[in-house]
């Protein structure tokens, strides 16, 4: 519990000290969801790049159809998510629950 409450405090604290990091949560109850993790980076304006990191290797994306595609996903995904406000406040409160649960159990 203490690692998931000193991770959690990390969360908070990246979105506090650095204001282009947004954090959203995405439900478990969310209809859309992805099993790989996905990274998009615009390099110029209109031009993007995807890094997709999978079980058998990474792969960096480039053509515009396949990156096109993904920014699709990932804009369901963040469509999906909770705002970022009511994100860092479910992670708040989920830190302030593994406090209790570690403090109850000294």
Same mark, same amino acid.
């Not at 519990?1 to 990390?10: N, V």
């Not at 790049?49 to 999978?54: E, G, L, N, P, Y």
């Not at 998510?81 to 992670?91: G, H, K, M, T, V």
């Given at each position: 519990?203490?690692?998931? =409450?000193?991770?959690?405090?990390?969360l908070? $604290?990246?979105?506090?000290?650095?204001?282009? /990091?947004?954090i959203q /949560?995405? *439900?478990?109850?969310s209809p #859309?969801?992805?099993?790989? *993790?996905?990274?998009?980076? +615009?390099s110029s304006?209109g031009?993007m790049?995807?890094?997709? $990191?999978?079980r058998?290797?990474?792969?960096? #994306?480039?053509? *515009?159809d $396949?990156?096109?595609e993904?920014?699709?996903?990932? +804009?369901?995904l963040?469509g999906?998510?909770? $705002? *970022? =406000?009511?994100?860092?406040?479910?992670?708040d409160?989920?830190?302030r +629950?593994?406090?209790?649960?570690? +403090?109850?159990?000294l």
């Open positions: 519990m203490a690692t998931l =409450a000193e991770q959690l405090e990390h908070l $604290d990246l979105a506090a000290r650095f204001e282009s /990091v947004r /949560v995405l *439900p478990s109850s #859309v969801a992805s099993s790989i *993790p996905l990274y998009l980076l +615009e304006p031009k790049v995807a890094w997709i $990191d999978m058998s290797g990474s792969a960096l #994306v480039t053509g *515009p $396949d990156t096109a993904l920014r699709v996903l990932f +804009e369901r963040e999906a998510a909770l $705002d *970022p =406000a009511a994100s860092l406040e479910l992670i409160r989920k830190r +629950e593994a406090c209790t649960a570690i +403090e109850t159990s």
